[in-house]
């Protein structure tokens, strides 16, 4: 495994925004990963996860990012009329959905259409259309920040709206879900639903997916319009015209941009509404911002 120095960051979010990290490396397997974790307690320095980086906006980071993107494997197995599927946490959730709408699985093809890992998935509890990843999980393998291999059924992990106990306990290495056949074709409900966020969220822009999490039972988005934060920018990043809750990079954004953007919607909210509104998106600089895992 190679491990990279001074590492240019902006091509690994979505949004395409990024410092450098003083450390990178892509793990190949269990005990890479553990290399890298005892490494990082060694040298006494942060180490980030990253799956797809659709949630994430980075600026420097002084210490070590880990990329989950070769750690990419599916096992399906079928059982009792349903299928066990075994999934590495780097691996893309498309290919998860793919799978379960040529099997007409139940329920969780409603994820389709962003650009995740499953590892990011379930440690965000990523949800839409009325589900949420964790609904479908059976047990995750994990290492936990002193390099040992864990496991955990589902019902002994606490999930709540967009929040999972990783990466505070540990690293993603495997989810096991355990998904039921529809009696119905779900394929067209699929396809109608990959047309709506097509239409409703400005996917094919370099963005970071909801910058803030809905403050229930209001919307984010709603409350940003509200206070004319729709398409408002601060030099190279705005909020998008199509979707006042994500974030755009138009090209030269910068992290300090993001910060400062994200500064003035929380202001204008709260003083408007007295809302706090909190962040989904993890923002990762080294003053310690969401995210970190100090060793
Ligand atoms: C166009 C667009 C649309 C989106 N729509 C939705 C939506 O409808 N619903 C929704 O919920 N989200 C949505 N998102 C946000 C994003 O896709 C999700 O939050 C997703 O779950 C993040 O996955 P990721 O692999 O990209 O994670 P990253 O952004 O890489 O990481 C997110 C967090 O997960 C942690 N993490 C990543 N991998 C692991 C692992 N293996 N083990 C432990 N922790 C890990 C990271 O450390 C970080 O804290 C959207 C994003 C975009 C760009």
Known sequence: MELLRDHDLS?????????????FAEPRSYEELRELILFSREKD??????????????????GLVLSMRRLSRMRVEPSNGKLLIEVLGGTPLRDLISLSVKENLRGIYRLAGFPATVGGAVAMNAGAFGVDISQFLKRVVFVDWSGELKEAGAEELEFSYRSSPFPTEGLLLSCLFELERSNIPVESEFKRIRERRKRSQPIEKPTSGSTFKNPYPMYAGELLERVSMKSYRVGGVSFSEKHSNFLINHGEGSFGDVIALIGEAKRRVYEEFGVKLEEEVRLIEDSGLDGWKVL
């Open 11 to 23: 091509r690994l979010t979505t949004i395409r925004i990024g410092g450098r990290a003083r450390f």
């Open 45 to 62: 320095i942060p180490l980030y996860i990253l799956g797809g980086g659709s949630n994430t906006i980075f600026g420097d980071i002084g």
